[in-house]
């Protein structure tokens, strides 16, 4: 069974930077590529990182520069390294797995973690 388990979520000022993980079981996120996508109401989801089976990153253009994605296959584990936080960047943040190599399509999520930056 595959699972995701984000965590690492919570409130913070603009400026201010938090970490959010993403346990992965039941399969090896070396074998996938992996993804980070945002969801506020109102707007529509956006990705906002991938990091590919060949360890190339991707970022949404809003987030270049400030989020860093990464993944220890040793704990099967991704992680959002997040700086600078805009209060834009308000949003629950899923992590996702795609069998496809670009990401451009999720195959599993997880439940979801909150994060909210205050002006």
């Known amino acids: 069974q595959v699972q995701l388990v984000e965590s690492g979520g919570g409130s913070v000022q603009a400026g201010g930077s938090l970490r959010l993980s993403c346990a992965a079981s039941g399969y090896f996120i070396s074998n996938y590529c992996m993804g980070w996508v945002r969801q506020s109401p109102g707007k529509e989801r956006e990705g906002v990182a991938s990091i590919l089976r060949d360890g190339t990153t991707i970022y949404g253009d809003s987030v270049k520069g400030r989020f860093t994605i990464s993944s220890d296959n040793a704990k099967n584990t991704v992680y959002l390294e997040m700086n600078g936080l805009k209060p834009e960047d308000t949003a629950m943040y899923y992590c996702?797995?795609?069998?496809?190599?670009?990401?451009?399509?999720?195959?599993?999520w997880g439940q979801g973690t909150q994060v909210t930056v205050s002006s």
């Open positions: 996702v797995a795609s069998e496809k190599w670009y990401c451009d399509e999720y195959n599993y």
